[in-house]
């Protein structure tokens, strides 16, 4: 009896860091993947996902591109038994057939156990990164997170409001677009016409985020904005057509525009960037047209512009 008491009091924590067959899955703001935490984990104060109370059990949602599942898949099925000591297995879900890793290693000076986790979505990958101290594993067992991952399921659309929530400013005129959807949850946001499965790029759309620190001189400025214009992403063959410093309800700012081309048909676009400079942080805003739609896009690209406001 001696030895039986303490083994069913393990036991008994082992089962209570299951996730409940009953509980409904939780997603993280703004994401379409879902799961039903192991008991004793809250959403996340810094990042998408769920974290114990100190913070040392951490558990990372968050989306890839649609095409991420599928190198995923060939990758496990070419390599079944997995390498360098790191244990590959699968799980069916109600989002589909999930693929997962579990290894040992190191945060810091920390034995930790990590596990990672990728299942199919509708027009995106959901992805799933699970670190668990050494300490904490004989609660957070390798079954408990299995079920964790098995409850896994995804969403259709986050609504327009919550996703607008999250960004550390407010959106007062979305000039008509059809899709909103957030590239990272209380960071950056697209607004569009396309969508994910037919490509953003042949129809107007807009990124709005913020980025760190820009620099405080004039000069600085204007050769910064126009660096940073002719590396954005997907824009191909581009050629700086203007730049020039205006204000942004009321505050410096940098206008350039470029022309080039995008998605893989060579769309030629017009593409304008805003930079609102601030302090510690800066508003930048992309938007990007055919060049045969740039002039009704414009007057939409500038309505959402000077509808963006501070929050508090």
Sequence with gaps: MKLIRPLAALALLVVSALPAASADAVFPPGLRLGM?????????????????????????????PPAAYGEVAS?????????GGVKQDKIETPAGLAYFTTESGKAGDTPVKRYSMIVPGAGFSGYVAVQIPENATKIYTDEAVRQMFAST???????????????????????????????????????????????????????LGLIGA??????????????????IPGVRESRVTMSEPIRINGQQGFETRIDGVSGKDKTPVTVVQWIRFGGSTSLRIIASAPRDQWSSAFTRFRAVRDGIQPKG
């Design 214 to 231: 820009t620099p405080q001189q004039a000069d600085d400025r204007a050769r910064f904005a126009q660096e940073a214009a002719l590396q």
């Design 153 to 207: 399921v995804t969403r259709r659309e986050v609504s327009v409001d919550e996703q607008i929530a999250l960004m550390p400013f407010k959106i007062t005129d979305l000039a008509a677009f059809k899709n909103v959807r957030t590239l990272a949850p209380g960071v950056s946001i697209i607004l569009a016409d396309g969508d994910e499965a037919s490509g953003f790029e042949p129809k107007p759309y807009m990124i």
């Design 75 to 83: 990758a496990f099925n070419a390599n079944p038994a997995g390498t």
């Design 36 to 64: 039903v935490p192991l008991i004793g984990l809250n959403k996340a104060k810094t990042f998408p996902g769920f974290e114990n109370e100190d913070g040392s059990v951490k558990v990372l949602v968050t989306e890839l």
